[in-house]
């Protein structure tokens, strides 16, 4: 049987760790959103670049929630993985956490779903291999992604034409 082109999920999964400064805090010690943000993109930007072989650039973020803060001097986690690819682009889940070095208890804080183009020499979009999903999981988040994906391009269509077509 021959093997299947593409890469698997795993083969550019990232799993990155910060500590919350106070140099990237709000004056109540919370990281602010824009670091996270920061360290969303930079997670899904080394898991973009690994699965396509290729420089990649950020086009779009969707579903970004704060749900629980990062205090000054908690751990970051971020864990990212490709959940599908397109023909030039591809789509990378990332998930946060925190956590308290002392207690060791660890939380969800944030997520999100970011869109990358990866691209060639030129800068011109290069073409990406598919993902081949393995775990029950993966394989959820493969389905799930097309539909992210039409929602995405249907918004950024309204967008458009709201905002540049005047």
Do not use: W
Not at 99 to 119: I, N, P
Not at 157 to 164: D, E, G, P
Request: with cysteine; glycine share 6%.
């Amino acid at each position: 049987m021959p093997k299947a082109k593409g890469r698997r999920v795993s083969e550019s999964r990232v799993e990155m760790v910060e500590v919350a400064l106070p140099n990237d805090a709000n004056p109540l010690g919370n990281m602010l959103g824009g670091k996270v943000m920061h360290l969303i993109d930079m997670a899904g930007a080394i898991v973009a670049y690994r699965h396509s072989n290729s420089v990649v650039v950020t086009v779009s973020v969707d579903n970004l929630d704060f749900v629980q803060p990062i205090r000054v001097g908690q751990l970051v986690i971020l864990r990212a993985q490709v959940t599908r690819a397109f023909r030039t682009s591809l789509e990378v889940g990332v998930k946060v956490y925190r956590e308290d070095c002392l207690t060791g208890e660890r939380r969800q804080t944030s997520s999100a779903f970011v869109t990358y183009v990866a691209l060639d020499q030129q800068g011109q979009p290069a073409k990406v291999p598919p993902v081949i999903p393995q775990t029950a999981e993966e394989k959820q988040d493969y389905r799930e992604a097309l539909a992210r994906r039409r929602h995405r391009l249907e918004a950024a269509a309204r967008a458009h034409r709201r905002y540049f077509e005047k």
